[in-house]
């Protein structure tokens, strides 16, 4: 799959690994975890659309998330944690440098607050990044709203917000390559 449009969905199971892997890439962030994690539900089952594929994935992170495994825990979170931090200057996702992009620009305090903010983030929960689908958000709301979910000190909510931003994105992202 060379270029960074979606096969149709018809396609997916009998694609090779490669390319389910690129598919993987292209909605989420590369992770080997997910790959590990997803690649036979993309080759075993057939979906009806992309929000479909995508449903099925958040599932498997659900089903880790819901988990009292610790190496089930440890999974979610490399996955989780491939997600770049908000506000990173290094992003090796085109997808999340063009998501990030507005969050990039401004003034210099307001990139200091957000690497306080993700540093703290993190120090609260151990192991989580914070995801969030900006799509157009001003960044003092996301801001407000990574405050909040700190202030709130609950890791089983953390994962599934994660695991629901990380869906939300995927299914913004599966709209923008189909069109």
Same mark, same amino acid.
């Given at each position: !799959? ?14 090779? =690994? ?15 975890? %997910?790959?590990? #994690?997803?690649?036979? #539900? #993309?080759?075993?089952? @057939? ?7 995508? @449903?099925?994935?958040? !599932? ?10 610790? =190496?089930?825990?440890?999974? *979610? ?17 085109? /997808? ?6 507005? *969050?990039? =620009?401004?003034?210099? @305090?307001? /990139?200091?607050? %957000?690497?306080? !903010? +993700?540093? *703290? ?6 192991? #989580?990044?914070? $995801? $969030?689908?900006? +799509?157009? &958000? ?27 931003? !990380? ?7 599966? &709209?923008?390559?189909? =069109?």
């Amino acid at each position: !799959m060379a270029s960074s449009k979606l096969p149709p969905i018809s396609t997916v199971p009998t694609l090779p =690994s490669s390319e389910l892997v690129a598919i993987l890439d292209l909605l989420f962030e590369p992770c080997v975890a %997910l790959h590990t #994690l997803s690649i036979n #539900l #993309l080759r075993e089952q @057939t979906f009806s659309s992309y929000d479909d594929l995508i @449903t099925s994935v958040g !599932m498997q992170l659900s089903d880790l998330a819901e988990s009292s495994s610790t =190496s089930d825990t440890q999974w *979610l979170e490399k996955i989780l944690e491939a997600h770049p931090r908000l506000g990173e200057k290094k992003i090796d996702s085109a /997808q999340s440098q063009v998501e990030q992009a507005q *969050l990039a =620009s401004g003034h210099a @305090t307001g /990139q200091d607050k %957000l690497t306080e !903010m +993700n540093a *703290l983030y993190e120090r609260t929960f151990p192991g #989580l990044r914070y $995801v $969030v689908f900006v +799509n157009g &958000r001003e960044r003092s709301a996301i801001l407000d709203d990574m405050q909040a979910r700190i202030d709130r000190k609950d890791i089983s909510s953390e994962r599934a917000e994660a695991i629901k931003a !990380m869906c939300q994105i995927a299914a913004d992202r599966a &709209r923008k390559l189909q =069109s």
